[in-house]
């Protein structure tokens, strides 16, 4: 299974301002319409809810959304936004890896905020991925997104050195909290969230190289996968994310 937290407390209850909601949308929400429009009178599911910026926002516009979340403090703070919002958000906490997908049968489904690489290792993000093809009906829309991986690899002294590109216009937008690489491996690469100088916790993370996530999707039998950069169609090395927009 996976790890009960993922996240440390302080780094989950830091999230919403890593996050920022309002400015994550300005840039997203266009994008997630423009390719779950088709299935507003279906099901959608959100693999990946963390703070619950992108179920609230399409379930305010009357999308059916089923969301999927593992960490306790997550779920508390999305619940509580949604709340705020005056939307009832139903979620559900499934290891991807062992998702039940006979229970549900999905329209579209979406992974996003660089969640997929969170997983330790190549066999379980194949794994998963499969799982969340064989759950979607033929048709569906299955969009996720990774960072520009390929970049940090290619920079890696750089940005150990402390000059790490990063626009803070996609996905994650907040301020006050910033996400830097602080290890970088073949195999892996390490995230540290700091306020100010204040390290809050730190993510292992699987770095993609330049194609392969394409290509996994393709594998496990996705037949149309179209790749944008920070919301552009195409491939550009100057992105902060790079999303695919799969169809079945």
Same mark, same amino acid.
């Given at each position: 299974?996976?790890?009960?937290?993922?996240?440390?407390?302080?780094?989950?209850?830091?999230?919403?301002?890593?996050?920022?909601?309002?400015?994550?949308?300005?840039?997203?929400?266009?994008?997630?319409?423009?390719?779950?429009?088709?299935?507003?009178?279906?099901?959608?599911?959100?693999?990946?809810?963390?703070?619950?910026?992108?179920?609230?926002?399409?379930?305010?516009?009357?999308?059916?959304?089923?969301?999927?979340?593992?960490?306790?403090?997550?779920?508390?703070?999305?619940?509580?936004?949604?709340?705020?919002?005056?939307?009832?958000?139903?979620?559900?906490?499934?290891?991807?890896?062992?998702?039940?997908?006979?229970?549900?049968?999905?329209?579209?489904?979406?992974?996003?905020?660089?969640?997929?690489?969170?997983?330790?290792?190549?066999?379980?993000? #194949?794994? /998963?991925? *499969?799982?969340?093809?064989?759950?979607? $009906?033929?048709? !569906?829309?299955? @969009?996720?997104?990774?960072? &520009?991986?390929?970049?940090?690899?290619?920079?890696?002294?750089?940005?150990?050195?402390?000059?790490? #590109?990063? /626009?803070? *216009?996609?996905?994650?937008?907040?301020? $006050?909290?910033? !996400?830097?690489? @602080?290890?970088?491996?073949? &195999?892996?690469?390490?995230?540290?969230?700091?306020?100010?100088?204040?390290?809050?916790?730190?993510?292992?993370?699987?770095?993609?190289?330049?194609?392969?996530?394409?290509?996994?999707?393709?594998?496990?039998?996705?037949?149309?996968?179209?790749?944008?950069?920070?919301?552009?169609?195409?491939?550009?090395?100057?992105?902060?994310?790079?999303?695919?927009?799969?169809?079945?």
């Amino acid at each position: 299974m996976i790890e009960k937290s993922v996240f440390n407390k302080d780094l989950a209850a830091s999230w919403t301002e890593f996050v920022d909601c309002p400015q994550r949308l300005k840039t997203l929400s266009s994008f997630l319409e423009k390719h779950l429009s088709k299935h507003k009178k279906g099901i959608l599911f959100d693999a990946a809810l963390g703070i619950g910026c992108e179920s609230i926002f399409l379930t305010q516009r009357g999308y059916n959304v089923i969301s999927n979340e593992i960490d306790d403090t997550l779920i508390r703070i999305a619940n509580e936004s949604a709340i705020a919002n005056c939307v009832r958000l139903e979620i559900i906490k499934q290891d991807w890896r062992e998702l039940d997908y006979d229970s549900y049968f999905f329209d579209g489904m979406f992974l996003l905020g660089n969640s997929l690489c969170l997983l330790d290792n190549l066999e379980d993000i #194949r794994l /998963s991925l *499969k799982n969340f093809f064989d759950a979607l $009906k033929y048709g !569906g829309t299955f @969009i996720v997104d990774e960072r &520009n991986f390929p970049y940090i690899m290619g920079h890696k002294q750089e940005i150990l050195n402390g000059n790490f #590109r990063y /626009s803070g *216009k996609y996905l994650y937008c907040g301020k $006050k909290i910033k !996400g830097i690489p @602080i290890e970088i491996y073949e &195999n892996e690469i390490r995230f540290g969230y700091y306020n100010n100088n204040n390290l809050i916790g730190s993510l292992k993370m699987y770095p993609f190289k330049k194609g392969e996530l394409k290509d996994l999707l393709h594998e496990v039998g996705f037949t149309i996968v179209k790749q944008y950069s920070d919301f552009k169609e195409g491939y550009s090395d100057q992105a902060d994310f790079l999303f695919y927009v799969a169809i079945k």
